[in-house]
């Protein structure tokens, strides 16, 4: 019941599940490459993406080479050889949030006979269909929104044509499971699945715009605000945001970034994101793995996940985190390096 329901919300022919939103991709990248094969993935992915392709997929010989989020169609062509078996996307970018074009990606992929997988955890399938775009294969961390409630760890894979066929046999030769009891929370969180995705939007688009004007803050990283460098992209293809908003402090807070979270009370500390409750992260420790540093903002940089409490308590809860900093004026830190030695 459960893959038939992801099925139609990814538009996809059939859905793969997993045992948790990491399993998903793995399994997914395990299922369409062999040894001697290229991967070529965008560098804003998730960190934990980055360590498979580097560790256990190399190790059983097959490559990847990362290209920046902003790398058109035309630059994504560039760098294929006659090993490249997969384009591995992520849009927005992890932490960052950078759209790439994907439907333009996807054609020119297809045209060259090369698959592609997107990791659509932040549409959580409501925002977003790859599908639709000429994806082949879709994942998702259903962990995060679907599951909603920070209770439970499943991933799946959706998709359409050929790859179908790959996805189901590797799914059986290595045995990956899902218990009935955590299938039938995904079932629930689907249910509600629209309404909290759009009470989790109108929070974050309020908490990043209040952000804005924050005398602490340099940029905040939401493709729904207009003067952000991704948003024609994003409002052309997405219908919108989740409770995710990037901030970057002024270089001369750099050392105030743990003393910020640590003094936060509604939002938690956590690393996942898509449940009902807010969370804060530095993100910079994440941000020294890319490869591709050109045009990364690199000062010191938190990632909020705005929950379901609220946003009048969000606000509040920031606000004074705020008006407890001190500006260290000697030592203004401007580098990634100095940021993460904090
Ligand atoms: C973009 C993205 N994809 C995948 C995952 C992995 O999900 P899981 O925690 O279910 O393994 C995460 C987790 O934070 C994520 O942020």
């Keep these: 019941m459960l893959r038939d329901m992801l099925a139609k919300l990814e538009n996809a022919d059939d859905v793969t599940l997993y045992p948790s939103g990491l399993a998903a991709i793995t399994g997914a990248i395990l299922a369409l490459t062999s040894a001697g094969d290229e991967v070529l993935a965008v560098d804003t992915i998730y960190g934990p993406t980055r360590r498979f392709f580097e560790g256990m997929l190399r190790r059983f010989g097959v490559t990847t080479r990362y290209f920046a989020p902003e790398a058109t169609a035309d630059d994504i062509a560039g760098l294929l050889t006659e090993k490249t078996r997969l384009i591995f996307l992520e849009s927005p970018g992890s932490l960052t949030f950078e759209i790439q074009d994907v439907p333009a990606i996807a054609a020119m992929a297809r045209k060259a006979g090369v698959l592609t997988i997107i990791d659509n955890s932040y549409a959580a399938g409501v925002l977003f269909k790859p599908l639709d775009h000429g994806v082949d294969v879709s994942v998702q961390a259903l962990t995060k929104y679907v599951c909603g409630h920070s209770d439970a760890f499943m991933g799946m894979a959706a998709a359409k044509g050929p790859s179908v066929t790959l996805l189901k046999a590797a799914y059986r030769e290595v045995g990956w499971m899902v218990s009935p009891d955590d299938a039938y929370t995904a079932i629930r969180g689907l249910r509600t699945l629209c309404t909290r ?23 905040v990283l939401c493709p729904a605000l207009p003067d952000d460098p991704n948003h024609r992209i994003w409002a052309r293809d997405f219908s919108g945001i989740n409770g995710l908003v990037g901030f970057e402090f002024h270089p001369e807070y750099a050392d105030q970034v743990e003393a910020f979270l640590n003094s936060l009370k509604v939002f938690g500390l956590g690393y996942s994101w898509g449940g009902f409750e807010s969370l804060a992260i530095n993100a910079n420790p994440q941000l020294k793995q890319r490869v591709c540093r050109d045009g990364i903002e690199t000062g010191p940089l938190i990632r909020l996940h705005t929950g379901l409490e609220n946003v ?3 606000i509040s809860d920031l606000a004074q985190a705020f008006d407890g900093l001190v500006v260290n004026a000697e030592s203004p830190r401007t580098d990634l390096q100095h940021a993460n030695a904090v």
């Design 197 to 219: 995705m759009a009470q989790h939007a109108a929070s974050a688009q309020t908490v990043a715009t209040w952000m804005q004007v924050q005398p602490q803050v340099r940029t």
């Design 312 to 314: 009048d308590d969000l």
